[in-house]
């Protein structure tokens, strides 16, 4: 378990959420706000130091809407799993057609 | 005809179910007042800005058409049914289907051996030096081995240089070769040669093998000229005399033109279309020189912004569809390879444009010096000694060179579902991941996009042509018949 | 219009009987009924006499058939001691169907064969089964229809085997919701079928609410979507319906782009106009549209679909209310027996190449105009 730690009157909270967010893509992790931290709780340990950065690019760069992606993110990741699962486990059906029609 | 006893109809609204689950999906600004929503099928809807917020929060939506339009396109889904995932993951699976191919385009780079001194180049060699720069044979038999391994029931075998005609008898020996141990694929041969140098002997045996020529042509002849010498002469003029030479012999279909972009390019738009509308092209492919650390040798020539490219790209596309809305079918390849992966349900086989990245996963190439690459530009990188996406020696086996930790890095940083910025991009399922370009560039496979030039230019021109896209019909249409054509 | 069904009179007849008409020597008006599977030791097993008047036989007669003038030889009837006789079959006529039940697990709103709820599946399961072996090898194309022909079930199958072995060379068009399909086991039962077998599947709309809402069904949209991704994983050749209505055609664009990105494996897809008839009439207030209403966006669905490579066809319209660019759709899809045309046809230069309007129809479009 590895732990980011970040003072709220060092970064806005936007930005936070916003670069938590872009790591949910990657890592499964956990927020916890509390009212002058944000704790990302993330369960792999060996997280890479360019990860880090990029954390912290993305928290002063990003635009002001990761809190709807953070949402966005955390309502549909147990379906876009099951999607992949399903992707994984399905039938090619387009093969043939694919390379009847468009190659 | 008797009618029976009628059951009550119900009404519409009986069937609707008013609350929604949301599906992956994602979204960007695409104009000052909208915004593109793209679910994980890669349907989209344009709705104006706030409509992802209201969607998310549960805000009513009055709007009917958006609503069914979210449904449609696998935004959201009805909260009773979850066979309709079903679909959407045949969807994804299709999309991602090339992958169980692997490496389907396999380069052959015969020699770096060249009659011409592009300053653009990065690799060529003006010498009669076949022993350091044509390959081995031995090398070119494992080569040869190794792409008739690849799963791929389909196989195109690309031979490149330097000016890979130069080698033609070592050409001839593997085309042969290749079909005497072929027993269960289809290949297909394609040349890429510059287009001055054929003879009765090279037309015959491409005759004889059905073999595609890929040639160059930057445009009207000062332009072509002044980004492709030859030693003595104009390329302009021989390669055009190359091409009618060509298309007499093996019809018209059988030679196409690439052209790259220089700084004195940009300037030129219009006529660099012209000049392929006048010799008889149906397509251009608007390709700028990759910004490679070689390619920059000669900087003033060679050297744009991205943002530089993009104001050509769009003056010239603007131009192209002038000419197709007069009724002249002329084709923007690279648009054509987005509007593909936006129209269709399928994947596009452009090697340059794919996540997982198509290097290794759709290309390999066999080097002059016997080393096998992830990708073309990974063996332009070698010839200024780095050897990151070398992934081993062709007498080295498929198992070796494909689980390398070259080829590791590659896969590693290649898919753009999983790279930072590029996750959450509402255009990602239209683009692609490339590894190579990054390091090049930026000195990390893994990229930053805000700062990438791959990013930028890409993403300008997929939002450039979905607005084209919803803009007008006729627009729409003529985008339908480029990706249509064969 | 052709009357396949009418009643006469019966004489020395219990139960039912189906069988192959045959001209008489002996009689001038009337045919023998052949089936030998009454009796496998005697192929020319006369089993019935079909005539215009009464015969004095000791065989069963039936007689004064209102549709007698239409039967001819190698024709397959049903008749009952009821006096009914059913024409099956047509040796002439390209549009010959099995009709498999009345029942259906939808209920849609411009159906024009009402379901039923009576169980009619034996009865008609027995007709079939008695008329595929007395079909002609040479037919091109059977029809099956219903209701849902799956809710047969098992004997469903039966019938598709008993087609497949006795008429191996005939084409079987049959008409399904496809909901059954979801369930991927009845998917997989129809590959031993695929080079013969095309399934005409309805699709109304490009969303669950407005699919759901015409059939009367709620889940028959993700039901009948799996069903077609069920059965293209079997390459089953597939021919979507789409049927030209009010409440479904403001979005028939956009079901054309939903047809080319989540069912581009469909053979073809076929837009039909309304057959006003059956529970058509009961809903006209919420189903009736002048095809001059849609004119342009039906054009825009077929060039679509067109120009991404999958067949159109028009099904059901008069060639004079298609705008021009759309005549070459156009199908003559109407079968025989319903096809007629207005008295202001008959000056049309263009019947001839016209599929006509639903003899069955209780209105018309205003819009009919000879050519």
């Not at chain 2, 070592?170 to 510059?194: G, H, M, P, Q, W």
């Not at chain 2, 990438?452 to 985008?479: A, D, H, P, Q």
């Not at chain 3, 202001?344 to 639903?358: M, Q």
């Amino acid at each position: 378990m590895r732990i980011i730690d970040f003072d709220k009157q060092a970064y806005k909270k936007q930005s936070v959420l916003k670069a938590i967010y872009s790591l949910s893509n990657i890592y499964s992790l956990k927020l916890e706000i509390t009212d002058d931290r944000y704790c990302v709780f993330l369960e792999s340990a060996s997280i890479k130091e360019n990860i880090i950065s990029e954390l912290k690019i993305a928290i002063t760069t990003r635009v002001n809407d990761f809190e709807l992606r953070y949402h966005i993110a955390a309502e549909t990741k147990e379906v876009k799993l099951l999607l992949l699962a399903k992707a994984l486990s399905s039938g090619g059906i387009y093969d043939d057609l694919a390379d009847e029609i468009w190659k | 005809m008797e009618v029976v006893k009628r059951q009550k109809f119900k009404p519409k609204e009986h069937y609707n179910s008013p609350g929604y689950k949301l599906l992956p999906f994602k979204y960007l600004h695409i104009d000052s007042t909208n915004e593109l929503i793209v679910g994980a099928s890669g349907d989209y809807v344009i709705a104006p800005i706030g409509s992802v917020e209201a969607i998310v929060k549960r805000r009513p939506i009055s709007n009917e058409k958006l609503m069914r339009d979210l449904h449609a396109k696998h935004i959201i889904i009805d909260e009773y049914e979850s066979g309709g995932l079903d679909v959407i993951a045949n969807r994804i699976r299709t999309k991602k289907d090339h992958l169980l191919q692997l490496s389907s385009l396999h380069i052959f780079v015969l020699t770096l051996r060249c009659n011409h001194t592009c300053h653009y180049c990065q690799v060529s060699r003006v010498t009669q030096d076949k022993q350091s720069f044509d390959l081995k044979k031995t090398d070119l038999d494992h080569a040869i081995e190794l792409m008739l391994k690849s799963p791929s029931k389909f196989i195109t075998m690309e031979f490149q240089g330097g000016e890979p005609l130069l080698a033609f008898d070592l050409l001839k020996y593997a085309v042969e070769t290749t079909l005497s141990l072929n027993t269960d694929k289809r290949i297909n041969f394609v040349i890429c040669t510059n287009g001055t140098i054929y003879n009765e002997e090279i037309i015959k045996f491409c005759l004889k093998y059905d073999i595609l020529i890929s040639t160059s042509l930057d445009g009207p002849e000062f332009l072509h000229d002044s980004n492709r010498k030859l030693r003595k002469g104009s390329s302009y003029h021989d390669v055009i005399a190359g091409i009618q030479y060509f298309r007499n012999a093996l019809g018209k279909d059988r030679i196409s033109a690439l052209m790259t972009a220089s700084s004195l390019s940009l300037k030129y738009p219009q006529e660099i279309i012209n000049a392929y509308l006048e010799n008889g092209f149906h397509n251009i492919f608007l390709r700028p020189i990759s910004p490679y650390g070689f390619a920059l040798k000669s900087p003033k020539k060679n050297y744009y912004e991205t943002q530089q490219f993009l104001e050509f790209y769009e003056k010239a596309f603007e131009y192209i569809l002038q000419i197709n809305l007069k009724g002249t079918f002329f084709r923007e390849d690279f648009a054509s390879v987005i509007l593909k992966k936006i129209l269709t349900p399928f994947q596009s086989n452009y090697v340059d444009l794919q996540s997982p990245a198509g290097a290794i996963n759709s290309v390999l190439v066999y080097n002059y010096d016997g080393y096998v690459y992830a990708s073309d530009e990974s063996r332009m990188l070698a010839e200024q000694n780095d050897y990151s996406f070398r992934l081993g020696h062709v007498s080295d086996g498929y198992k070796k060179l494909l689980t390398s930790d070259e080829a590791l890095s590659v896969f590693k940083n290649s898919l753009n579902e999983a790279l930072n910025g590029c996750s959450d991009c509402a255009v990602s399922d239209f683009c692609g991941a490339d590894p190579v370009f990054h390091h090049a560039i930026q000195g990390d496979a893994y990229g930053h996009r805000p700062t990438s030039g791959f990013c930028e230019k890409n993403m300008s021109i997929i939002k450039y042509l979905i607005r084209k896209l919803e803009e007008s019909t006729s627009v729409r249409n003529i985008f339908y018949e480029w990706i249509s054509a064969k | 219009m052709i009357n396949l069904s009418s009643r006469g009179k019966v004489e020395n007849l219990e139960g039912q009987l189906v069988g192959k008409l045959r001209p008489s020597k002996g009689i001038k008006y009337g045919f023998e009924l052949v089936n030998s599977l009454y009796d496998p030791t005697n192929e020319d097993r006369v089993v019935a006499l079909v005539s215009q008047e009464r015969l004095n036989s000791q065989l069963p007669n039936i007689f004064n058939l209102s549709n007698y003038k239409i039967l001819a030889e190698g024709d397959v009837v049903y008749i009952n001691d009821q006096g009914v006789l059913d024409i099956l079959y047509r040796r002439q006529s390209k549009h010959n169907t099995l009709f498999i039940t009345d029942q259906c697990n939808s209920y849609c709103l411009m159906c024009s064969q009402p379901p039923k709820n009576k169980d009619d599946f034996d009865f008609h399961y027995f007709r079939n089964k008695c008329l595929i072996p007395l079909m002609d090898e040479e037919t091109e194309v059977i029809g099956i229809t219903g209701g849902e022909p799956f809710l047969l079930g098992d004997r469903m199958i039966e019938i598709l085997e008993d087609l497949k072995s006795q008429l191996p060379q005939t084409t079987i068009h049959l008409l399904t919701n496809g909901k059954v399909f979801a369930w991927n086991d009845w998917a997989e039962k129809m590959e031993q079928f695929k080079e013969n077998l095309i399934l005409a599947v309805p699709l109304y709309s490009d969303n669950f609410v407005d699919h759901d809402y015409i059939v009367q069904s709620n889940g028959a949209f993700r039901q009948t979507m799996l069903g077609l991704h069920n059965l293209a994983k079997y390459q089953i050749h597939i021919e979507l319906r789409v049927v030209l209505q009010r409440p479904t055609i403001k979005r028939i664009e956009e079901l054309s782009l939903f047809i080319t990105k989540n069912l581009p494996f469909v053979e073809s897809v076929a837009f039909m106009g309304l057959e006003f008839t059956g529970l058509a009439i009961a809903n006209k207030d919420k189903l009736w549209i002048e095809p001059s209403e849609y004119a342009s966006a039906l054009k825009k669905s077929v060039f679509l679909l067109d120009r991404f490579g999958i067949r159109v066809n028009i099904f059901n319209m008069p060639l004079c209310v298609l705008e021009p660019e759309l005549r070459d759709f156009a199908t003559k899809s109407i079968s025989d027996w319903k096809r007629s045309y207005l008295d202001k046809c008959e000056h049309c230069s263009a019947k001839s190449d016209c599929g006509g309007v639903f003899g069955t129809s209780r209105q018309l479009t205003n819009e009919i105009s000879p050519l």
